[in-house]
């Protein structure tokens, strides 16, 4: 059998092998505790169950979704954008469906490069745009999230002939691994330079909503001049406890949004008609129950940066997403130090080099579990290092 050779220019995701490897442990009878997953124990409210169950139940919901008016969706998703973010976009022509974030985030890369194309991905970075650009036939040019730049892109240095060459930046704040936050000045500034070197601006924005102490992640899009330079990816998955479900969206510039749509109807044919219903109930449905949620995620949070500091180890205290960035003690590499550590204590944390070499030095610790288990495995991790 004679497969791509392109297969070769990518890693495969690394949740699935290590869920099982986790799953086998257990039957080993180890008490496990896993904190590498980005799909926590939370759970999606009461009123968006119930507008699933419904519409599934309905026999007359089971069509291709090309069978249904999509209207109703994207005027959710638009009033949801305004209400909430303070961004406008038309429903018509600037919002577009996705299959989850991670779906647009591989069709992105065939709606804007052509093979041999250059597209900018930080390092460390969410590792399938890296994935995405290479299965399309594209070229990363990596760009570093400094820790003395509070792990923010910093345009002034990429080099002026690296972005006239690239087409494309994905943007990822609130970042997924450093969980990285920015203010109004980074975007502006952001905007300016996609504006001057010809760059399409993709904002990965799934955790603006799981956010801490009164701060307010901004959308990309609501800065002046956004629209003119990109779109933003965001979903269902970790605003609504809905990871499950692959809803996505993606909204802002008319030109990809059409590109994207082109794409899609030859891809998916649409988004299953019980979970547009599900996801309007969401949008349109009551909300104050996220500031409970990201209540519980801000205390796990607080025991995980106290914890960490106490063994005397470098730890922002994220004011977003509900991800730990944690410096490693010398002497090991971050891929030796998660494995041994699952090995002599039952816990997973990830490797920060799994995000790109400049992740090395560090875990990610995913604040998923209740907690106590958080509590538990901190207590771990102190007899592990002491
Ligand atoms: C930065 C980032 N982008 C995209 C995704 C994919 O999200 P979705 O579940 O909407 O596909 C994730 C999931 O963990 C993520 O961390």
């Known amino acids: 059998m004679r497969t791509a050779d392109k297969l070769n220019n990518f890693k495969a995701y690394l949740g699935p092998a290590m869920n099982q490897k986790l799953a086998l442990m257990r039957t080993e009878g180890r008490d496990v505790i896993n904190l590498g997953l980005g799909d926590p124990d939370v759970t999606p409210p009461e009123h968006q169950l119930k507008a699933l169950a419904e519409a599934v139940s309905d026999p007359d919901n089971h069509h291709y979704p090309s069978a249904y008016p999509i209207k109703p969706f994207y005027d959710a ?130 955790y603006m909503d799981i956010c801490f102490d009164g701060y307010k992640p901004p959308s990309f899009l609501k800065f002046p001049g956004a629209k003119e330079v990109g779109v933003e990816l965001n979903s269902m998955s970790k605003s609504f406890n809905a990871c499950g479900w692959r809803v996505g969206m993606l909204l802002g510039n008319k030109e990809i949004i059409s590109g994207m749509a082109k794409i899609k109807s030859q891809v998916d044919r649409g988004l299953y008609y019980p979970l547009q219903v599900a996801t309007i109930a969401a949008l349109t449905g009551p909300v104050d129950w996220m500031e409970e949620r990201n209540k519980s995620f801000a205390e796990r949070r607080d025991v995980v940066v106290k914890a960490w500091k106490k063994m005397g180890l470098e730890m922002m205290t994220p004011r977003a997403t509900f991800y730990c960035w944690g410096k490693i003690p010398d002497g090991y590499t971050s891929k030796e130090f998660c494995l041994k550590f699952l090995d002599e204590s039952n816990v997973w944390v990830i490797p920060g080099s799994t995000y790109g070499e400049g992740g090395e030095g560090y875990v990610r610790i995913s604040n998923a579990q209740p907690v106590e288990r958080i509590a538990e495995a901190m207590e771990r991790m102190r007899r592990f290092i002491s």
Not at 96 to 101: P, R, W
Not at 107 to 132: F, K, M, R
Not at 136 to 156: A, C, Q, S
């Open 77 to 206: 998703i638009a009033n949801w954008y305004k209400h909430r973010h303070g961004v406008e976009v038309d429903p018509e022509t600037e919002v577009i469906y996705c299959l989850g974030a991670a779906e647009a985030l591989f069709q992105i890369h065939n709606c804007l490069l052509d093979p041999g194309d250059t597209a900018l991905v930080s390092d460390p970075a969410y590792p399938s745009y890296e994935a995405g650009v290479k299965i399309t036939g594209g070229m990363v040019e990596f760009y570093p999230l400094l820790k003395e730049n509070n792990f923010l892109p910093d345009v002034d240095n990429i080099p002026a002939d690296v972005a006239r060459k690239a087409k494309m930046i994905w943007i990822n704040i609130p970042n997924n691994p450093t969980t990285a936050t920015a203010d109004d000045g980074f975007f502006i500034k952001l905007i300016a330079w996609a504006k001057e070197f010809d760059v399409v601006v993709v904002s990965d924005n799934p």
